[in-house]
């Protein structure tokens, strides 16, 4: 791979090339970057990663694979903005949420193109992403997307009707985290401890709860069983969970972010 070109210079941009780079699949000399017109973040990205600013589009042509990383809405614009820019085989890696394989290949040609759904955790190298190929990646070049991938977390392959559904749990999923994790400092600080140390012991409390459920190949609702007492705490936590509608509101969380992405994918 000697020239990847992100379209988009965003979080998620970020997120891969600070991945690729520390897990060294990609060297930052190979990396180019552009954006719609915040040329200040491309100067911040370059100085922070010794990335390249990409200088003209005629530079596309040059590029091995090509990340397009911009918003749902900005993505038509974006591709037909780089449609003659590019290279007739050139390989096409989207991160937009909801744009389907189809919609890109309208707009840029057949060519090789892999959806990928990762999230921000890429940057530490722990993203849990989803990926869908058209049939035009071959297999070596399936290869490559997937070291790509698995350099930034895990990826599994799903059929691309499924990305919604990988969007909507594992894509946005670190945002559910922090949202519970609010959720608990401000309980915990209720309770008088500071907000630091609310944050230690949940953070750490997340972390042990995915290590246990990787390294003890037990169910969740085992492991959940074995930290409730009959007539103790957690038993009255989880009742008063059950009586707010818990996993109602689960249910709907994932309902709503996967029509939304259906909603993207139809230019809503
Ligand atoms: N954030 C996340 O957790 C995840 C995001 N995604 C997907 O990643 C994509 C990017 O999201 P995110 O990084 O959060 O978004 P950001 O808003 O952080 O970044 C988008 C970037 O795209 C640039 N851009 C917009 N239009 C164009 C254009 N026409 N040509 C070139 N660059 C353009 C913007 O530049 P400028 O400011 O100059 O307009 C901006 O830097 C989305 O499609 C999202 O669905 C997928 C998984 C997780
Ligand atoms: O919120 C979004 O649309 C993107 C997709 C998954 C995470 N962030």
Not at 112 to 126: C, D, E, F, L, Y
Request: hydrophobic share 40%.
């Amino acid at each position: 791979m000697e020239k990847v070109v992100f379209v988009g210079a965003g979080s998620m941009a970020e997120a891969m090339i600070q991945g690729w780079i520390e897990q060294n699949v990609v060297d930052a000399t190979q990396i180019y970057i552009t954006n719609r017109s915040n040329y200040e973040r491309l100067d911040e990205l370059s100085l922070k990663y010794g990335v390249n600013i990409l200088q003209k589009k005629e530079e596309l042509f040059h590029a091995d694979i090509i990340v397009l990383a911009v918003k749902p809405k900005d993505g038509k614009v974006a591709m037909e903005s780089i449609s003659s820019f590019i290279a007739q085989n050139t390989p096409v890696l989207s991160v937009m949420a909801g744009i389907s394989i189809n919609a890109i290949s309208n707009l840029l040609g057949n060519r090789p193109i892999a959806r990928v759904m990762p999230n921000t955790s890429a940057t530490i190298g722990m993203s849990a992403s989803g990926v869908a190929f058209n049939e035009d990646v071959n297999e070596d070049l399936k290869k490559q997307y997937l070291q790509m991938l698995d350099a930034i977390g895990i990826v599994i392959e799903v059929e691309e009707e499924k990305l919604h559904a990988v969007t909507a749990l594992s894509g946005s999923g670190p945002a559910y985290l922090y949202y519970l994790l609010e959720a608990w400092e401000k309980v915990g600080t209720e309770f008088g401890l500071s907000k630091e140390t609310v944050r230690k012991l949940m953070v750490q409390t997340i972390a042990g709860s995915a290590a246990m459920l990787q390294q003890i190949k037990e169910e969740p609702d085992v492991l959940r069983k074995k930290v409730t007492s009959p007539g103790g705490t957690t038993e009255a936590g989880i009742q008063a969970l059950e009586s707010h509608h818990f996993n109602e509101a689960i249910y709907q969380c994932i309902k709503s972010a996967e029509a939304r992405s259906r909603e993207l994918a139809k230019g809503e």
